[in-house]
C-alpha cells in the first residue's frame, strides 16, 4: 500500500506526462469495428475477388494499424496516454451500469499495436498461403472476426465488454481450428479447444462476477482504484475472485492442466495458429491478469504462490514436451504454452512489466517461427519433421529468419527473447521466488534444446520427403522478413536502466495513469542472471547441436534419444489426456451402469404400468368422452350455429334504406327508453 | 330566452333528413338527407351553447368539428356515388343489392 502510493506520488512528480491522445484517441473505436465490417464486406463481396476476400481483411487491419502506430509513437513521445470513450448501453439493477466503448492506454495501445500489425502480416501471409485452398471466403470472415474479437478484449474499459471480446475469440478459434471439418479429428480439436475455454471461462464470468458486483462496477479504472485504496468489499472477495480470475485466464493462455486444447489446435491452417500464439487468443489470459493487476499486487497477494506455481509447472514440464513431439507445428505449439508459463509466472508473481514486455517480444518471434513452420510445410506438403530435413539449401530466406525467431526464442543475446526473459528472471528473483526463477533457467535450457532440435530436423542433414521443395512465393516471405526485424530488435526497448532518448522504454509506455501498478523494475542488469539465462540457452544449443546436429546421418537415428522413463510419459503427453479421459471415465461408468439398472427394472415397470392405465383410460375416453360427449357436444353447437345463421342471414338483404329505417327504428326504441326511465 | 323555438327548428330537420334518408330512391338526395340531419345537430348545439355559454365554447368547437367530418363524409360519399353511377349508369338505391349474403 505505501509503496504503491509513494510510486503513484513519484510519477505525479512528473516523471511521466500523461496525455489523452486527441483526435486519435477519441476515434480509436474504429479499430474495434473495422474487421466487423470487413467480415460482412468478405461474406457479401468477396467470392468476385481475387484472394476470395482476403484483401477487406487486410485492409481492416491495415486501416487500424495506422491508429495502433499513431497511439504508439504518441505514446512513447508525448507521455502515456489515459483516455477512454464510453456509451452506456444498459442499467443492470439499481446501480450498475453496463457500457461499450474503448480504452486507449499504455498496456491497450501496446495490444492494439501487437494485434494490429502481427495480424497484418499474417492476413498478407495468409493470402498467399490460403490460395487456391477449399473455403478461403469463410476462412477470411472468421479470421476477420477473430481479429476484431481480440480489439474488442483489449480495447475493453470494462470486465464486461472484455468477456464479449473474450467469447468471440473462443468462437472465432473453434471455426478456424475447425475449418478443415472434412476430417473428424479436426471437428474433434475445434471442439475441445471450445469446451476446454468453455470451463476456463466459468471462472472468468464468476471472478467478474464476483469483484464487480462487490464495488458496484465493472470498469476496469474503478477496479484498480478500490484495490489500490483497500476497499473493504473488495477485499473481502480478492482471494477468491483473482484465483476465479486466474483460473478463466488458464483457459485461453492454455496453463497447465488446461494446456490440452492449444496443441490440438494445429489442426487450423498454420496463419491460424500463428495469429492464435501470437497476439490473440492465448495472450488474452496474461491480459487479463495485466488488467487485473492492482488487483494482485494489492489485495489478492496470498493467491500469487498458487498462481506462480501453475505458471512454473506449465513453463518446466510442458516445455519438456516439445522435444518428442514430430510435429513441427505441435514443437512451436508446446513451446507457446511454455513461454505463456513464462509470462503467468511473471504476473503473478507480481512482474507486471516484465510479463508484458516477454508478450510482447514473444509475439513477433512466435508468429515468425508459425509462419516460417507454414513456409515449409507449404513447401513438403507435410507436418512431419520426418518429412524435412536439409531445407536450408532449398529455402533460404524461411531458413535465415527461421533461425532469428529460434534465437530470439531461445534467449541469445542481443535478440528480443533474451531482454524480455532476462527480465522475468529479475523479477522472479525480487520478489523472493528463487526456486521458480531456478525452474525458469531450467526451461530456458529446455527452450534452446527443443528449438535446436527443431532447426536441426527441418533444416539440417538430408530431405527425407517427396519431390523438390522450393521457397514459397514473395508474399509468404516477406512477411517472415518484417517479423524478423522486430523479433531481433525490439528487445532493446526495455534494457533495465535505459532510457532510449526521446522515447524513453517500455516500462514507462506502460505504466497505467489510474493507478501506480507498484511493481518491481530493475535499475540495472543483473549480470550474472543474464549469464545464466545465457548460459543455459548455450549449453541447450550446444547440447542439442551434439544430439541432432548435421553429422548425425539418418533422420531415425538423429531422433532416438530414447530415456527409458522420461520419453513414454512425454510421448503420452504426462496422460493428461488419458487422465481427463479415466477421470470421466471412471466416475461416469459406475454412475451410467446405476442409472441404467434403475431404468430397467424400477422406471421400465412404472412406465409400462401406467402405459397400461393410460391405454384402458383412452379407451373409455375416446369410445365414451369423445365420441358420444365431445362430438354430440360440438356437433350439436354447429348446429345451433348453422341453423342461426340461416335465419339471420336473412336480415342482410344489402338495401340501405332498410338498414337505415332498422336504424331509426333502433334510435326512436332508445329514445323512448330514455325518456321514460329518466 | 328563443332556446326552445331553435330546438323545435333543429327537430323539424332532422325529422326531415329521417324522412328523406328512408324514402329517397336517388343516392345524392339521401346524402343530402344526412347533411340535412347533421346541420340538425349543429342548430342544436349553437342553441345550447347560445344559453349555457361555458368557458370554453364546446357547442360551437364540437358544430365545427361536425361540419368538418360532414365535409370530409361527402366527399367520400360523392366519390362512391360518382363509382357505383359509372358502373351501374344508375343512382337509384333499389336497383344496388351488391352487399347482400
Keep these: 500500500m505505501y509503496k504503491a502510493l509513494t510510486l503513484l506520488a513519484a510519477e505525479e512528480g512528473g516523471a511521466v506526462a500523461a496525455g489523452d491522445g486527441g483526435w486519435w484517441a477519441d476515434t480509436a473505436g474504429i479499430m474495434l469495428v473495422l474487421p466487423f465490417v470487413a467480415y ?50 444498459a442499467r443492470i439493477g439499481s446501480g450498475i451500469v453496463f457500457e461499450l466503448g474503448w480504452m486507449v492506454d499504455g498496456l491497450s495501445i501496446m495490444m492494439y499495436f501487437l494485434v494490429n500489425f502481427v495480424g497484418l502480416v499474417v492476413f498478407i501471409y495468409a493470402l498467399g498461403y490460403m490460395e487456391g485452398d477449399i473455403r478461403v471466403n469463410n476462412f477470411f470472415a472468421s479470421f476477420s472476426i477473430f481479429a476484431g474479437a481480440m480489439l474488442v478484449l483489449v480495447g475493453a474499459p470494462n470486465l464486461i465488454q472484455m468477456i464479449i ?45 464476483l469483484v464487480g458486483v462487490a464495488i458496484g462496477n465493472f470498469d476496469f479504472a474503478a477496479l484498480s482504484e478500490a484495490a489500490v485504496s483497500q476497499n473493504a468489499e473488495l477485499g473481502a472477495v480478492a482471494f477468491v475472485g483473482g484465483l476465479l480470475l486466474f483460473f478463466g485466464a488458464m483457459g485461453k ?17 498454420t496463419p491460424v495458429s500463428a495469429l492464435m500464439h501470437a497476439a490473440t487468443m492465448v495472450t488474452a489470459g496474461i491480459y487479463l491478469m495485466a488488467r487485473m493487476f492492482p488487483l494482485f499486487q494489492n489485495l489478492a497477494q496470498d493467491a500469487r504462490p498458487y498462481m506462480v506455481a501453475i505458471g512454473a509447472i506449465t513453463l518446466f514440464a510442458i516445455g519438456l514436451l516439445a522435444l518428442v513431439a514430430n510435429d513441427i507445428k505441435k514443437v512451436l505449439a508446446y513451446s507457446t504454452v511454455s513461454q505463456l508459463g513464462y509470462m ?37 506438403h507435410s507436418n512431419n519433421m520426418s518429412d524435412m530435413g536439409g531445407l536450408r539449401k532449398y529455402m533460404p530466406t524461411t531458413y535465415w529468419t527461421f533461425v532469428v525467431g529460434s534465437l530470439a526464442l531461445a534467449g541469445i543475446v542481443p535478440l528480443s527473447g533474451f531482454w524480455s526473459k532476462d527480465e522475468i528472471l529479475a523479477t522472479l528473483g525480487h520478489e523472493g521466488y528463487t526456486a521458480v526463477m531456478w525452474i525458469a533457467i531450467a526451461g530456458a535450457f529446455v527452450t534452446a534444446f527443443y528449438m535446436t532440435r527443431a532447426v536441426a530436423l527441418t533444416f539440417f542433414g538430408e530431405f527425407k520427403g517427396h519431390g523438390e521443395p ?9 512477411p517472415l522478413i518484417a517479423l524478423a526485424i522486430p523479433s531481433a530488435l525490439f528487445g532493446l526497448l526495455n534494457i533495465p536502466g535505459v532510457s532510449l532518448p526521446g522515447i524513453g522504454n517500455f516500462t514507462e509506455w506502460l505504466s497505467v495513469r489510474v493507478v501506480a501498478m507498484g511493481d518491481h523494475h530493475a535499475e540495472a542488469i543483473n549480470f550474472g542472471l543474464a549469464a545464466a539465462g545465457l548460459g543455459a540457452a548455450l549449453l541447450g544449443i550446444a547440447l542439442g547441436w551434439m544430439i541432432w546436429g548435421e553429422d548425425k546421418k539418418t533422420q531415425k537415428e538423429r531422433d532416438s534419444l530414447e530415456i527409458p522413463v522420461l520419453y513414454p510419459l512425454l510421448r503420452r503427453k504426462y496422460y493428461i489426456d488419458d487422465a481427463a479421459l479415466g477421470v470421466v471415465g471412471a466416475t461416469m461408468g459406475p454412475i451410467a451402469r446405476s442409472v441404467d439398472w434403475i431404468n430397467t427394472y424400477v422406471i421400465d415397470g412404472i412406465v409400462n404400468a401406467a402405459g397400461a392405465l393410460t391405454k384402458g383410460l383412452g379407451g373409455f375416453v375416446y369410445g365414451i368422452l369423445d365420441q358420444r360427449g365431445v362430438d354430440g357436444f360440438v356437433n350439436g353447437l354447429s348446429v345451433v350455429a348453422d341453423g342461426a345463421g340461416a335465419g339471420l342471414r336473412k336480415l342482410q338483404t344489402g338495401r340501405v334504406q332498410q338498414y337505415a329505417a332498422f336504424f331509426v327504428a333502433g334510435a326512436i326504441v332508445l329514445a323512448v327508453v330514455f325518456v321514460i326511465l329518466i | 330566452m328563443l332556446l326552445n323555438q331553435f330546438l323545435v327548428l333543429s327537430a323539424a330537420l332532422f325529422s326531415l333528413g329521417v324522412y328523406g334518408l328512408l324514402v329517397r330512391r336517388n343516392i345524392v338526395l339521401i346524402l343530402l338527407s344526412v347533411e340535412l340531419m347533421l346541420n340538425a345537430v349543429n342548430i342544436n348545439l349553437i342553441a345550447f351553447e347560445s344559453v349555457i355559454r361555458s368557458a370554453d365554447a364546446t357547442g360551437q368547437i364540437f358544430a365545427i368539428f361536425v361540419i368538418t367530418v360532414a365535409a370530409a363524409e361527402v366527399g367520400i360519399g360523392l366519390a362512391i356515388v360518382l363509382m ?7 343512382a337509384n338505391v333499389d336497383e344496388l343489392n351488391l352487399m347482400r349474403w
Design chain 1, 40 to 89: 460482412l464486406l468478405i461474406l457479401f463481396f468477396g467470392k468476385k475477388l481475387k484472394y476470395q476476400g482476403g484483401e477487406f481483411a487486410v485492409g481492416a487491419l491495415g486501416i487500424g494499424l495506422v491508429w495502433a502506430t499513431v497511439l504508439f509513437v504518441m505514446n512513447m513521445t508525448g507521455g502515456v496516454l489515459d483516455h477512454s470513450n464510453t456509451f452506456e448501453i
Design chain 1, 165 to 209: 471480446g473474450w467469447e468471440g475469440v473462443g468462437l472465432a478459434s473453434y471455426l478456424l481450428i475447425g475449418h478443415y471439418w472434412e476430417d473428424l479429428d479436426n471437428v474433434k480439436a475445434g471442439n475441445k479447444a471450445f469446451m476446454t475455454n468453455k470451463v476456463a471461462d466459468v471462472g472468468l464470468i464468476l471472478g467478474a462476477i
Design chain 1, 253 to 269: 493462455s492454455a496453463q497447465f492442466p488446461l494446456h490440452i486444447w492449444l496443441p490440438d489446435a494445429m489442426a487450423g491452417p
Design chain 1, 344 to 380: 503467468m509466472t511473471a504476473v503473478a508473481a507480481g512482474g507486471y512489466t516484465a510479463g508484458l514486455f516477454h508478450l510482447f517480444t514473444h509475439a513477433f518471434f512466435k508468429a515468425l517461427l508459425f509462419l516460417g513452420a507454414g513456409s515449409v510445410i507449404h513447401a513438403v
Design chain 1, 470 to 478: 522450393h521457397e514459397s512465393p514473395k508474399l509468404m516471405t516477406r
Design chain 2, 84 to 90: 357505383i353511377f359509372r358502373n351501374r349508369r344508375s
